[in-house]
Every structure is written in structure tokens, then in C-alpha cells.
């Protein structure tokens, strides 16, 4: 093997660029080179190929979002846009393509593989819905800007009687609800997995107002059929009831950006060095990712289309803990 290609496709999740400069220095440490895919698979279909050196990936570390760009490319999920992907591969003389992305982008890795091509993906998504990885880049960065928030929107709800419904990002997987509802102490938490109603909602903030609160905070998943259009209406014309004014806050992509914590510093590095190992032994096909503290491959034909389930015990936690 003489020269990689490395790809970041999707959502941008934070720690991906330290993914992409351990990715870069493993291979150089191999005796390889590499290339850089700018705009995730689109970039691969228009050939948007750029050299990447050891000094190329210094100081990104720290940096959130992809240096590389990314995109979501609706072509390369057909046979021709596959076809067109390993032309471009091919005419750049690459040995072996590293994708560092979630469900969609590893679907994408697994289809290159299954024509042939050497593949391992890298698991990166903030949503943590992928198999094969307990936790996946980004996920950690996401919960710490999120819960920084809500803490400070306790502040001000305590201040002035308030209830406050947020809304966090998540597609259709509850996680970053769910785990920012018990880090937070919200009295309700509204995920895709286990839908609950606008009246139930209102009921559990109604039972911490009688219980004394001088707030009350509802957790809720981009994706659920009950987010935050649908709710913050029914709960604002029931305020009299509910005992609080209700606010809205919608973090959105703003979960998405900043510098990576810590953790998905060292997480992405540890997945990025293992990906070149496993390209080093010709253990093509595989996704990487972090199982019961380890770095570990799974098969990309075991989870390509699938998405990882949430433990619903941890909603009845939840639930328990908020009376």
C-alpha cells in the first residue's frame, strides 16, 4: 500500500479533524501517503482530491467542524455514482479510502467495499446511533454544550417561575435527549423511541409546580412527532394550569459546533490510528469504533442501514428521578 485517501461525510461532528490528523500521521508513520477528499462523497465524484502531509493536519486538533468539508451526496447512493467514486479512486492511484462519518457516509464506505475497493470507516456521528461503537465522535462535545445550557437556562427559569422546553438535535435517535434530560434533572423528556403526549407533558409539569419547583424543564428530540413546534403552542395556552411561563430554546447545529472536549479529542485520535491499523493488515471492510473501553472493528455488512437502539430503562430512570 502506497497511498490512502480520507474522507469526513454527513453531519459535521466535533473531534473529526483530530480523526483526520491522526489518520494522516498513522499512515506517514507506515510509509504512506495520503490525499484528502474535500466535500465528503460529493468531493470524491468530482475529484476533489487535495495532498495531505504530516504538517498539512498540525494545529486542527482543537479545531470543531472538518477542515476537509463535508456533504450529503444523494448520487453516490446509486450504482453509477458508486462506479463514478472508484474511477476517481483509481485515477489517484489510492490504495485504501478512510470514512470518518455516521449511518449514511458508512453505507456509502460499505458499498465501496462490497465493489471491490479497501475500505474502513471511522464511527463519527453526534447522534450515537451507530453500530458497532458504544460512543462515536462528537457525542460528548454535543452533551457538554447542551447541558452548559441548560444549566444556565435553570438560572433564569428559577429567577422568574419559568418553564423551559428544549429542543436538542438527534434525527430520529432520543440519546442526546435522554442523556441531557438525566444530566439535567428535566421533569419530562420527549424522544422518537417512546413518544409521550402534549396533556402528559403538561401533567408532570403541573406535579412539579405542586411539588414546590420554581422550574420546570422538558427535554425534547429534534425528532420526536411531539417536538418543540408541536408543544411549545399546547404548553403556553396552558401557563395558568401549569403554574410557569414556558419559554423555548432550539440549540440546533449550535450542538454541533466548538472546540472538542477531551474525551472526543482522544476518541477520534484512538479510531484514527486504529483505522490505519487495520489497513495495515489488510482488515478492509470494517468500521471503527470504541466497544467496552477498546478500539475495535465490526463489520461495515453488519451495520450498514441499521442504527443502534436506545437502553428505554435509562427513560424509566429518568422518570423516577424527576418525582
Not at 472538518?66 to 458508486?82: M, N, Q
Not at 476517481?88 to 462490497?114: C, F, K, M, R, Y
Not at 482488515?283 to 469504533?289: A, E, K, P, Q
Request: with cysteine; aromatic share 4%.
Amino acid at each position: 500500500m502506497r497511498q490512502i485517501a480520507v474522507l469526513t461525510s454527513g453531519g459535521d461532528a466535533p473531534g473529526m479533524n483530530a480523526a483526520i490528523r491522526a489518520v494522516v500521521r498513522s499512515a506517514h508513520a507506515q510509509g504512506w501517503s495520503s490525499w484528502g477528499v474535500e466535500d465528503g462523497f460529493q468531493g470524491l465524484l468530482d475529484g476533489g482530491f487535495r495532498p495531505l502531509g504530516v504538517r498539512d493536519v498540525g494545529g486542527i486538533i482543537q479545531q470543531g467542524g472538518t477542515v476537509l468539508g463535508s456533504a450529503r451526496c444523494k448520487a453516490f447512493t446509486t450504482e453509477a455514482g458508486v462506479r463514478r467514486g472508484l474511477e476517481q479512486l483509481e485515477a489517484h492511484e489510492v490504495d485504501a479510502l478512510v470514512v470518518i462519518g455516521g449511518n449514511g457516509s458508512q453505507t456509502g464506505a460499505h458499498a465501496l467495499h462490497a465493489a471491490g475497493f479497501p475500505v474502513v470507516g471511522i464511527a463519527s456521528t453526534i447522534d450515537n446511533d451507530l453500530l458497532g461503537s458504544d460512543i462515536t465522535i462528537g457525542v460528548d462535545t454535543a452533551l457538554n454544550v447542551g447541558l452548559e445550557s441548560i444549566d444556565r437556562l435553570r438560572t433564569t427559569a428559577s429567577s422568574l417561575n419559568r418553564g423551559f422546553l428544549v429542543e436538542v438535535m438527534g434525527r430520529n435517535c432520543g440519546y442526546l435527549a435522554l442523556m441531557l434530560g438525566i444530566a439535567g434533572g428535566a421533569e419530562a423528556i420527549v424522544i422518537p423511541e417512546a413518544e409521550i403526549e402534549p396533556e402528559d407533558v403538561a401533567t408532570l409539569m403541573q406535579e412539579a409546580f405542586a411539588r414546590g419547583k420554581s422550574h420546570a424543564f422538558v427535554v425534547v428530540a429534534e425528532g420526536a412527532r411531539n417536538n418543540a413546534g408541536v408543544l411549545a403552542p399546547y404548553l403556553r395556552a396552558k401557563e395558568t394550569v401549569l403554574g410557569f411561563d414556558v419559554r423555548t430554546t432550539i440549540l440546533g447545529h449550535v450542538q454541533r459546533g466548538g472546540t472538542p472536549t477531551a474525551f472526543d479529542r482522544l476518541l477520534a485520535t484512538r479510531l484514527g490510528v486504529g483505522a490505519i491499523w487495520h489497513l495495515a493488515r489488510e482488515r478492509f471492510g470494517m468500521l471503527v469504533g470504541l466497544r467496552r473501553n477498546e478500539v475495535a472493528g465490526r463489520s461495515l455488512e453488519e451495520i450498514a442501514g441499521k442504527t443502534k437502539p436506545i437502553d428505554l430503562r435509562l427513560l424509566e430512570m429518568a422518570r423516577d428521578l424527576a418525582r
